[in-house]
């Protein structure tokens, strides 16, 4: 069964950082591009940051540049969102998706509609 787990998500003052996980079971990740979303109470979900699935090309919302980083570690099939400066419109549950690199031309992808697998979410909350 293809799963897609996240973890790393809490409650943490403005200014904070947090890390996110994204841990594949039942398949593995070399051969997917992958996305982190978002999505706040009341909002569309949009998209955080992507990785190829190669690690070398990355994108980041304008929102998050300077502030997040995405990587990626394919011996442990994990991918990461490194989170520091927090701020209170960062909050929202936070989604990792995965898609197979053939169907994007392995081209990173910050919309959800290509993305064939997700996670169930984790909550990230900043606030003091």
């Known amino acids: 069964q293809l799963q897609l787990v996240e973890s790393g998500g809490g409650l943490v003052q403005p200014g904070g950082s947090l890390r996110l996980s994204c841990a594949a079971s039942?398949?593995?990740?070399?051969?997917?591009?992958i996305g982190w979303f978002r999505q706040a109470p009341g909002k569309e979900r949009e998209g955080v940051s992507c990785i190829s699935s190669s690690g070398g090309s990355t994108n980041y919302a304008d929102s998050v540049k300077g502030r997040f980083t995405i990587s990626r570690d394919n011996a442990k099939n994990t991918v990461y969102l490194q989170m520091n400066s927090l701020k209170p419109e960062d909050t929202a549950v936070y989604y990792c998706?995965?898609?197979?690199?053939?169907?994007?031309?392995?081209?990173?992808?910050?919309?959800?509609?290509?993305?064939?697998?997700w996670g169930q979410g984790t909550q990230v909350t900043v606030s003091s």
């Open positions: 998706a995965a898609v197979d690199a053939p169907t994007v031309q392995a081209m990173c992808v910050m919309a959800p509609i290509p993305y064939d697998y």
């Open positions: 039942g398949f593995t990740l070399d051969y997917y591009v």
